[in-house]
Nanobody, 124 residues
Framework: QVQLVESGGGLVQAGGSLRLSCAASGRTFSSYSMGWFRQAPGKERELVAAIDGYGGNQYYTHSWKGPFTISRDNAKNTVYLQIDSLKPEDTAVYYC?????????????????WGQGTQVTVSS
């Protein structure tokens, strides 16, 4: 069982940056690939970025990673999402999720545990 708590969201002006954090419970954090998802009003939840258990491999939904950078600190049981050059269309609830290592972390179906989400609102 993994419990996830996101933080770092808020209201920011276009062009600004945010770093989202996701703190995980448990002693086996490195056994999980971690993903960041977002869901805008009226839209489906989409994968933004993912990272494997030891941080050696990152996955970005777009072939270009764009303004997103995912990282993790296993000593702190925390995964981060840095978002730069924010745009109003980045407004969404951002969720972190955990997938057992060895599953394909590019698929939403692989994620077994979810946080409650943190709201990011970008003003123009």
């Amino acid at each position: 069982q993994v419990q996830l708590v996101e933080s770092g969201g808020g209201l920011v002006q276009a062009g600004g940056s945010l770093r989202l954090s996701c703190a995980a419970s448990g002693r086996t954090f490195s056994s999980y690939s971690m993903g960041w998802f977002r869901q805008a009003p009226g839209k489906e939840r989409e994968l933004v970025a993912a990272i494997d258990g030891y941080g050696g491999n990152q996955y970005y939904t777009h072939s270009w990673k764009g303004p997103f950078t995912i990282s993790r600190d296993n000593a702190k049981n925390t995964v981060y999402l840095q978002i730069d050059s924010l745009k109003p269309e980045d407004t969404a609830v951002y969720y972190c999720a955990a997938a057992p290592d060895g599953t394909y972390y590019g698929s939403i179906g692989s994620y077994a545990y979810w946080g409650q989400g943190t709201q990011v609102t970008v003003s123009s």
